[in-house]
């Protein structure tokens, strides 16, 4: 007999019950001398499950006859997957959802001691799988329980890892190109339409200890080194017509940690470390004034990332876990006074809120991402950000408020790696950058000390 439930919360206090009930019954089988076994002679029937609805890693209770009572003589498979069976007594059974289970339906097999089918049934109902947005790997392999990696040119699956991804960003010529700064290692570039990863270098000035590669809004590679004295060259333009070969302009940059343009005027953001300075470059008439915003304090790591319309950026103070906001006067085309957007200066922690109350431990490149549920507000964009020292990824949406968001999984703070749900299992090891990926609606993560690019996106 079929047991309907009229909503979800039924469905949650049904399978709660039905746990419960099937954890007693097996401890009173146990104190009886076993539970019934797998009867040849009859048909394995599936009459009934809880919930009816959930994504992978949703506990599912099957009801019917003659399951028998051997788990490791099971096979369930739901939508073509197989479920992890946690136990098992002849009329019910308990088991985990399999990840990709879309078309839902349920299946058991009875199997012998050679692991041949000996008995089948199915349910006449099926399992309404939904996706969820989850954590997996998109590109890079360690060895030796994640100790070691190559760094190798080719096809993804078979080109080792990236060493660090400090910084990365998509080419706005051609968004199946992702670049991907090394810091003092490596550079790679991505391309997703072959699907390989690769290395540009650079050679000359442009060459060593690099802080972020950026573009101009009209395609130009900015390589942005990380120079320690005045009068140093530090922001490097490389045109594209020459596949970023041949250098067109460089200017003088101590200290320098950003190059970010202005997405409607055009005009490029830098930063200075020793005198808090945040810089501004007009490429239209070649002046630049290296202290536009003055900040009250110097021998600061400064990142900056520009909303889409061009309104605000937010200063990412990495070494400091703080993250200000300046507002866009259009009238004058530049940035206004920095105020606090979230952390306190120079408390590092891992706390969710508002404004002061936020803690954050070594913040670095951030995100915009836009929000259907904001559609037609003045601001449409959740802002995503990493949390490196705290090897998680955080989230602040428009109106302030800072929440966790994939990593720490039940608010574990350790490092480490492994795919999966956002906040039950996915894990990072001092992630450095991020990036939205447009074209195919995706969060991509520098996991710097996986050697990893993670991808955050709805199950495919």
């Not at 991804?165 to 997703?192: I, Q």
């Not at 954050?360 to 020292?389: A, M, S, T």
Request: proline share 4%.
């Amino acid at each position: 007999m079929k047991m309907k439930t009229k909503n979800h919360v039924w469905h949650f206090l049904w399978g709660l019950l039905a746990l419960v009930g099937f954890c007693f019954v097996s401890c009173k089988d146990d104190d009886e001398g076993g539970e019934q076994p797998f009867d040849p002679s009859k048909p394995v029937v599936i009459s009934d499950f809880t919930p009816k609805e959930g994504g992978m890693g949703s506990r599912l209770v099957l009801y019917g006859d003659n399951f028998g009572n051997n788990p490791d003589r099971m096979k369930v498979t739901i939508g073509g997957q197989i479920a992890k069976v946690i136990g098992v007594n002849n009329n019910s059974l308990y088991c985990f959802v399999p990840p990709k289970a879309y078309d839902g339906d349920i299946e058991i097999a009875l199997l012998d001691e050679n692991g041949e089918e000996i008995a089948y049934g199915e349910a006449e109902e099926r399992f309404s799988y939904i996706k969820r947005v989850m954590v997996t790997t998109l590109v890079g392999e360690t060895y030796e329980n994640n100790t070691k990696f190559d760094i190798l040119d080719g096809p993804w699956g078979s080109c080792g890892g990236l060493e660090k991804m400090e910084w990365m960003v998509f080419d706005p010529n051609n968004k199946d190109m992702l670049y991907v700064c090394g810091g003092a290692k490596t550079h790679r570039v991505v391309n997703f339409a072959e699907e390989t990863l690769g290395t540009i270098k650079f050679t000359g000035e442009a060459s060593g200890d690099c802080n972020i590669l950026s573009f101009t809004n009209d395609g130009q590679l900015i390589v942005v080194r990380n120079r320690t004295k005045d009068g140093q060259k530090g922001l490097f333009f490389f045109s594209p017509e020459s596949n970023f070969t041949t250098q067109v302009k460089a200017l003088d940059a101590r200290g320098c940690r950003a190059a970010i343009p202005h997405p409607v005027n055009g005009e490029i953001y830098t930063s200075r470390y020793d005198k808090g300075w945040i810089g501004r470059y007009n490429p239209k008439d070649g002046s630049y004034k290296m202290d536009e915003i003055q900040l009250p304090y110097g021998s600061l790591d400064i990142y900056l990332v520009i909303h889409p319309t061009g309104n605000y950026m937010y200063i990412i103070l990495r070494n400091k876990h703080v993250i200000y906001r300046a507002d866009y006067d259009w009238n004058k085309e530049t940035f206004k006074t920095p105020y606090l957007a979230c952390g306190k200066y120079q408390t590092e922690g891992c706390v969710d809120g508002v404004g002061n109350a936020v803690r954050l431990k070594q913040p670095q490149q951030g995100c915009f991402v836009k929000n259907e549920k904001y559609i037609g507000r003045e601001d449409e964009y959740d802002f995503y950000f990493v949390d490196k020292q705290n090897h998680c990824v955080r989230v602040m949406d428009p109106y302030g408020r800072v929440t966790m968001y994939a990593g720490r999984p039940n608010g574990n703070a350790d490092k480490g790696f492994n795919d999966g749900d956002l906040r039950k299992e996915a894990r990072f090891n001092y992630p450095a950058s991020i990036v939205w990926d447009e074209k195919r609606g995706c969060l991509l993560v520098g996991d710097s000390d996986n050697h990893r690019i993670r991808k955050i996106a709805l199950e495919e």
